[in-house]
């Protein structure tokens, strides 16, 4: 037997249209992929229709696992570029030299 709706609930999943994140009037994209290589990349970009305004972004990030050591690059639509190298567990393959 199904239970008839409340009055609160009749009009919920019309606004959620509204309330849940869905931007009418932007358009907004984001992927994800790994080459074969094992080179992870990710982007993402929205644009608003009423302005015009677009931005973005794309990162890479490649690991080489033997020395601990994952290069990320950002790069937006703003032309600016980072880098990051962190190096993780492996203090041990370096020597110190006085």
């Known amino acids: 037997m199904c239970n008839t709706p409340t009055y609160y609930d009749l009009g ?35 644009a608003y ?19 601990g050591l994952t290069f990320t690059q950002k790069w937006n639509t703003d032309s600016t570029l980072g880098t990051e190298m962190p190096l993780e567990n492996r203090i041990s393959w370096l020597k110190v030299r006085n």
Do not use: P
Not at 25 to 44: A, H, N, P, Q
Not at 49 to 67: F, H, M, P, R, V
């Open 12 to 46: 919920k999943a019309a606004k959620d249209v509204f309330n849940k994140g869905y931007g009418f009037g932007m358009v907004k994209i984001d992927l994800r992929t790994k080459s074969c290589s094992g080179v992870e990349f990710s982007t993402s970009g929205h």
């Open 49 to 67: 229709n009423d302005t015009g305004k677009a931005s973005g972004n794309l990162e890479t990030k490649y690991k080489i696992c033997n020395y």
